[in-house]
Nanobody, 122 residues
Framework: VQLQASGGGLVQPGGSLRLSCEAS????????VGWFRQAPGKEREGVST????????YYVPSVKGRFTVSRDDAKNTVYLQMNSLKPEDTAVYYC????????????????WGQGTLVTVSS
């Protein structure tokens, strides 16, 4: 199982980025996917999750209203649209899967991507 996260980069405050998480070796259609991030010197934290089936979503309060998670099961890919980015969003962003019911607890996930760096700075 491999998860390829991409789409990170340098963006000014208030800008937008769309992260992608493409899976191989696993059919994402049957699994929940979580997005997590880790800033320098900080612990990994949950950002958002999306379930399989009904595609129900969850966002942590710090990103709710600014980030949108979605999935295209035909492409075996999950996305994280990030708008109104703030400097405090700067982190390496990871996607994870391997569970059937989404949780914001990173320890529940079996498979992780390599991460993509998002830097929000003027």
């Amino acid at each position: 199982v491999q998860l390829q996260a991409s789409g990170g980069g340098l963006v000014q405050p208030g800008g937008s980025l769309r992260l992608s998480c493409e899976a191989s070796g696993v059919n994402l259609e049957y699994y929940a996917v979580g997005w997590f991030r880790q800033a320098p010197g900080k612990e990994r934290e949950g950002v958002s999750t999306i379930n399989s089936g009904d595609h129900s979503t969850y966002y942590v309060p710090s990103v709710k209203g600014r980030f949108t998670v979605s999935r295209d099961d035909a492409k075996n890919t999950v996305y994280l649209q990030m708008n109104s980015l703030k400097p405090e969003d700067t982190a390496v962003y990871y996607c994870a899967t391997g569970i059937t019911i989404a949780t914001i607890n990173p320890h529940e996930y079996d498979y992780w991507g390599q991460g993509t760096l998002v830097t929000v700075s003027s």
